[in-house]
């Protein structure tokens, strides 16, 4: 497996009603997000207004987590429901979703009928060495807070970088970390 790190350098930010997003990839590369031309597409945003509507993405399934703060979420006719770090809700990008409270989020947006994803938070209390079992063709580890390394691959990330493999097979990945959260994404379907 050939793994790369993603920096800041690497990022695009744009704004958005709510505040700002930021692209940390997406899929083919070269794909713009405003064409809806992607397949998936992986991404942190501040949402920086007391209330904000979602952008409706009917033709994608979309994976939300909290990274720094707190929100309400309303997803389509669903009671609103509070949404924390570490928790993550999965849904149909076409529905309207409504959010009060301010954050920063981690999302993921997979292309129904083409591919599909799954998104877990690992959070640790101290320094850990674990095997993520990770299944999937393209695959992600966010660093949200502290630091992870890939002891096998020899790379290292910082909070607020990402660790992307393109083309996985699969099995085990070793984790190396301090305390800290991570976001661990699985992406099946292939790249167009």
């Known amino acids: 497996m050939e793994w790369k790190l993603l920096t800041q350098e690497n990022y695009v930010t744009t704004g958005w009603s709510g505040g700002s997003t930021t692209q940390l990839s997406i899929a083919p590369e070269g794909a713009v997000y405003a064409q809806r031309d992607f397949l998936w597409r992986i991404s942190s945003a501040a949402v920086e207004l007391p209330h904000s509507k979602f952008t409706p993405l009917p033709d994608y399934d979309r994976f939300l987590s909290v990274l720094e703060g ?10 609103p429901f509070p949404l924390v770090p570490g928790e993550v809700v999965a849904f ?7 959010s009060w ?3 920063v989020d ?6 129904k009928g083409a591919c599909r994803g799954a998104v877990n938070v690992l959070s640790r209390d101290e320094s850990f060495e674990e095997d993520w079992n990770a299944e999937g063709e393209t695959l992600a580890v966010y660093c949200a807070q502290g630091w992870v390394s890939l002891p ?3 790379l290292r990330a910082q909070a607020g970088q990402l660790l992307l493999c393109r083309a996985a097979r699969g099995g085990p990945v070793r984790l190396t970390g301090g305390a800290g959260r991570l976001i661990l994404v699985s992406i099946w379907g292939t790249e167009r």
Do not use: H, Y
Request: one cysteine or more; glycine letters at 18%.
């Open 152 to 154: 096998g691959v020899g």
């Open 92 to 98: 149909d990008g076409g529905a309207p979703v409504e």
């Open 70 to 79: 707190e929100i309400q979420l309303k997803i389509d006719a669903r009671e």
């Open 101 to 103: 409270g301010k954050c």
């Open 106 to 111: 981690f999302n993921l947006m997979v292309r």
